[in-house]
C-alpha cells in the first residue's frame, strides 16, 4: 500500500563532540545544528506499547499517525521523548522485536532526530542496551542515561538571528524514593502485584537497576551543566517523573531557577500544563500510547497527589490545565526566538490547549 508520508525525507543531523563543560564519565555533552525553515519541535511520552496489542496498540499507531500528519504540515526540527520507550519493562539488547514494533515500523519513519529519555518502565530489562541504539538507528539519540545536547537553528526569516536550544536529558528513576526503597509494592514494574514482564519474557531487573544509579552524582552534573549554558539561550529539560516526583534529591532547586525555561515529562498518561511555586513552565506529555478511558468516560489516571515531602519543602503545586486523551505536544519558535508556544494536540489533530512562554 502507497505510503504517503514514505516521501518524507528526514532532516540531515550534523553532531560533532564539542566539550561543553567537564562532566562525569560515559555522559556527553554535544553540539548540533539544523538549517529550518519554521522553527517548531515535538514532544511525546509513554508511546512504546505497540508490542502490547489492543488498545495499547491501538493508540500508539493513532499517535504516531497523527505525528506523521503534523510533521508534513509544520515542519518540525526534533522530538523530545519523555520516557517509558519499551513496556512493560523496556529491552534486553538492541535486536529485541519491540525495537522494531514500538518505535522504527510506528515512529521512526516520521523522518525525526530523537532526544531520549529513560522512564521507569525502561529500566526493568537493561537500560544501557537503549544507549546503544543509535549504533543501528542514526536518529536515536541518547548518549548516556543523562546528557545535554546543544542545538542551533538557523535563522529563517532573514534577520540573521539564531536560537540555540539546550537539550538537558535527565534520569528520573534512580531519583525516586520509592524506587530506591525496599518495599516492592511501591516499585514499578516489578512489583507485588505485577512481578513479570510479560508478554516479553526475561528477568525483571528494576530495582537493582535503580539503586546501581546515583542521584546526587546526576544532580551535581545538572547543576554543573546549567552553570555552563549561557543565559541567552533557551533551556528545555526533559525527564520521565514529574518535577515535584524527584524526591531522592533537590532538583526542585535547580528546574524552578531562571536556568530553566521548560520542563517536560511523561510518566501520567495524560497531556498536562502545571505550575510549582507558581511558575508554569512545567508540562507532562505522556499519553503517547498507555491511556486508558473507561466505559463511564473517565481514566484511570489518578489526581495529583501533594506528597508531605513536597510540601515540606514549601512548594506550590497547582495544576493549569490538563486532559486525559491520546495525543503529543508542539513547541514553536516565535518572535525572532524570544517565545515559544506549546500547543497540545489529540491524534484527531485538533489543538486542546495552548501557552506562551517568554526568554530574554
Given at each position: 500500500?502507497?505510503?504517503?508520508?514514505?516521501?518524507?525525507?528526514?532532516?540531515?543531523?550534523?553532531?560533532?563532540?564539542?566539550?561543553?563543560?567537564?562532566?562525569?564519565?560515559?555522559?556527553?555533552?554535544?553540539?548540533?545544528?539544523?538549517?529550518?525553515?519554521?522553527?517548531?519541535?515535538?514532544?511525546?511520552?509513554?508511546?512504546?506499547?505497540?508490542?502490547?496489542?489492543?488498545?495499547?496498540?491501538?493508540?500508539?499507531?493513532s499517535?504516531?499517525?497523527?505525528?506523521?500528519?503534523?510533521?508534513?504540515?509544520?515542519?518540525?526540527?526534533?522530538?523530545?521523548?519523555?520516557?517509558?520507550?519499551?513496556?512493560?519493562?523496556?529491552?534486553?539488547?538492541t535486536s529485541?522485536?519491540?525495537?522494531?514494533?514500538?518505535?522504527?515500523?510506528?515512529?521512526?519513519?516520521?523522518?525525526?532526530?530523537?532526544?531520549?529519555?529513560?522512564?521507569?518502565?525502561?529500566?526493568?530489562?537493561?537500560?544501557?542496551?537503549?544507549?546503544?541504539?543509535n549504533?543501528?538507528?542514526?536518529?536515536?539519540?541518547?548518549d548516556?542515561r543523562?546528557?545535554?545536547?546543544?542545538?542551533?537553528?538557523?535563522?529563517?526569516?532573514?534577520?540573521?538571528?539564531?536560537?540555540?536550544?539546550?537539550?538537558?536529558?535527565?534520569?528520573?528513576?534512580?531519583?525516586?524514593?520509592?524506587?530506591?526503597?525496599?518495599?516492592?509494592?511501591?516499585?514499578?514494574?516489578?512489583?507485588?502485584?505485577?512481578?513479570?514482564?510479560?508478554?516479553?519474557?526475561?528477568e525483571?531487573?528494576?530495582?537493582?537497576?535503580?539503586?546501581?544509579?546515583?542521584?546526587?552524582?546526576?544532580?551535581?552534573?545538572?547543576?554543573?551543566?546549567?552553570?555552563?549554558?549561557?543565559?541567552?539561550?533557551?533551556?528545555f529539560?526533559?525527564?520521565?517523573?514529574?518535577?515535584d516526583?524527584?524526591?531522592?534529591?533537590?532538583?526542585?532547586?535547580?528546574?524552578?531557577?531562571?536556568?530553566?525555561?521548560?520542563?517536560?515529562?511523561g510518566?501520567?498518561?495524560?497531556?498536562?500544563?502545571?505550575?510549582?511555586?507558581r511558575?508554569?513552565?512545567?508540562?507532562?506529555?505522556?499519553?503517547?500510547?498507555?491511556?486508558?478511558?473507561?466505559?463511564?468516560?473517565?481514566?484511570?489516571?489518578?489526581?495529583?497527589?501533594?506528597?508531605?515531602?513536597?510540601k515540606?519543602?514549601?512548594?506550590?503545586?497547582?495544576?493549569?490545565?490538563s486532559?486525559?486523551?491520546?495525543g503529543?505536544?508542539?513547541?514553536?519558535?516565535?518572535n525572532?526566538?524570544?517565545?515559544?508556544?506549546?500547543?497540545?494536540?489529540d491524534?484527531?489533530?485538533?489543538?486542546?490547549y495552548?501557552f506562551?512562554?517568554?526568554?530574554?
Open positions: 500500500m502507497y505510503n504517503p508520508f514514505s516521501l518524507l525525507i528526514p532532516f540531515l543531523l550534523y553532531a560533532t563532540a564539542l566539550p561543553i563543560n567537564m562532566v562525569p564519565d560515559n555522559i556527553i555533552s554535544t553540539s548540533t545544528t539544523y538549517t529550518p525553515r519554521d522553527i517548531n519541535i515535538l514532544s511525546v511520552g509513554d508511546w512504546g506499547s505497540a508490542a502490547l496489542g489492543g488498545y495499547h496498540l491501538r493508540n500508539a499507531q499517535t504516531a499517525y497523527a505525528m506523521k500528519i503534523y510533521a508534513s504540515e509544520y515542519n518540525p526540527r526534533l522530538v523530545l521523548n519523555t520516557g517509558d520507550n519499551f513496556y512493560y519493562c523496556g529491552i534486553q539488547n529485541d522485536s519491540q525495537v522494531n514494533s514500538d518505535y522504527v515500523e510506528l515512529f521512526g519513519n516520521i523522518g525525526l532526530p530523537w532526544y531520549n529519555a529513560l522512564g521507569n518502565h525502561d529500566y526493568g530489562f537493561n537500560p544501557d542496551a537503549q544507549l546503544e541504539l549504533q543501528t538507528i542514526p536518529q536515536w539519540i541518547m548516556a543523562y546528557y545535554h545536547r546543544r542545538v542551533i537553528f538557523n535563522s529563517s526569516d532573514n534577520d540573521g538571528t539564531n536560537i540555540a536550544l539546550n537539550i538537558i536529558a535527565l534520569d528520573t528513576n534512580p531519583c525516586v524514593n520509592d524506587y530506591r526503597g525496599d518495599d516492592r509494592a511501591k516499585w514499578d514494574p516489578c512489583s507485588i502485584q505485577y512481578p513479570l514482564c510479560s508478554p516479553v519474557a526475561g525483571c531487573m528494576f530495582h537493582e537497576n535503580i539503586i546501581n544509579q546515583s542521584c546526587k552524582i546526576q544532580l551535581d552534573w545538572f547543576n554543573t551543566t546549567l552553570s555552563n549554558i549561557p543565559p541567552t539561550e533557551w533551556v529539560v526533559i525527564g520521565h517523573h514529574k518535577a516526583e524527584i524526591d531522592a534529591e533537590d532538583f526542585q532547586s535547580l528546574l524552578g531557577s531562571n536556568r530553566v525555561n521548560l520542563y517536560l515529562n510518566h501520567n498518561h495524560n497531556l498536562e500544563h502545571y505550575s510549582i511555586d511558575e508554569a513552565k512545567y508540562i507532562t506529555t505522556g499519553a503517547g500510547g498507555m491511556v486508558i478511558i473507561g466505559s463511564d468516560g473517565h481514566s484511570n489516571v489518578k489526581l495529583h497527589d501533594e506528597s508531605t515531602e513536597f515540606h519543602r514549601k512548594h506550590d503545586f497547582k495544576s493549569v490545565w486532559k486525559v486523551i491520546t503529543f505536544s508542539s513547541h514553536t519558535f516565535i525572532k526566538g524570544t517565545k515559544v508556544i506549546t500547543k497540545f494536540w491524534v484527531s489533530q485538533n489543538v486542546l495552548n506562551t512562554i517568554s526568554h530574554m
